[in-house]
């Protein structure tokens, strides 16, 4: 069955994109087929999956607005060698031009349904915002992957998150859960870090994930080449700590 795994955590700059990027690449090379989902306006984990996305065509926008067919937007075999649906700036408009549409929450949901019985993961990189992009991406998943920096602010951001997700539960998708909290940009001898770090496990127990993700600066170059890190640095701190993620990850589907 496929697995649709929103990451989301309306704060920025928190290692959604390059989670997405690089767990795709990580899940791809583990011999799974993975599509990513580039939902935000930015279209970051376009680029950083070596789309342009000044001259990409068609995008998850036509795709919400029922312009265009999934099929025909999807990009197969990136640089990370998963498929990819891109984002450019047109999606900014997409929240306004939603509103009037019927079932505006499950757009992106409906669009999936015809392809996803081709893919094992499906990641969706939701924009820094609790908006209709997000719902939309909190509609079409099962399940919800939260990166995160052990930070002051962190845990207080993370009690909105957790409620939005319940809302959502109770409207709109009952199945939905949160998969797991992912420590980014981590640094062991950050006490702070390890103090919220403390917190996160006693509140959410084994909904944090055992692999960490450490602060490694082949993880924020990879980007400008238009690569995951498995492709820019493939020995790296940060390529290692993203296979190991996966590879978590795989081993508690067999549980
Ligand atoms: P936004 O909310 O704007 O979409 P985001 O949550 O997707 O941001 P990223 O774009 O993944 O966050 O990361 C923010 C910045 O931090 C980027 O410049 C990225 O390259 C860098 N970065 C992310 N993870 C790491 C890491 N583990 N080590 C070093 N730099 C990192
Ligand atoms: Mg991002």
Redesign the pocket.
């Known amino acids: 069955m496929t697995k649709i795994l929103a ?1 989301t ?1 309306q ?11 690089n767990l795709a690449a990580s899940l791809t090379a583990s011999g799974k087929r993975v599509l990513l989902v580039d939902l ?1 306006p ?1 279209a ?2 376009t680029m ?1 999956s070596g789309t342009n996305k000044q001259t990409v065509k068609t995008t998850v926008y036509q795709i919400l607005l029922g312009e265009s067919a999934i099929q025909a937007t999807r990009i197969t075999g990136t640089r990370g060698k998963y498929d990819l649906i891109p984002a450019n700036r047109d999606l900014a408009g997409a929240e306004v031009e939603m509103v009037d549409l019927p079932q505006r929450e499950a757009r992106l949901k409906t669009a999936l349904e015809a392809i996803e019985q081709e893919y094992d993961y499906i990641l969706i ?4 915002a609790l908006n209709l992009l997000t719902l939309n991406g909190l509609c079409a998943a099962q399940a919800v992957m939260i ?1 995160m920096q052990c930070e002051y602010y962190a845990l207080e951001g993370l009690s909105d998150l957790v409620n939005t997700i319940k809302r959502v539960r109770h409207n709109f998708n009952p199945k939905l859960r949160i998969e797991g909290l992912l420590r ?3 640094d062991p001898r950050n006490i702070l870090a390890q103090q919220v770090s403390d917190q996160l496990q006693k509140h959410f127990g084994d909904k944090v994930y055992r692999t960490v ?11 400008g080449f238009g690569v995951p890190v498995l492709y820019h640095d493939g020995q790296s701190k ?1 390529a290692q ?1 993203y296979l190991e993620l996966a590879k978590e990850i795989l081993d508690a589907e067999h549980l």
């Open positions: 990451i955590n704060k920025g700059g928190v290692g959604k994109t390059t989670t997405s990027v935000d930015q970051n984990a950083g990189d939701c924009p820094p990166p980014t940009m981590f993700i450490p602060r490694n600066i082949r993880l924020a170059e990879a980007p940060g700590a």
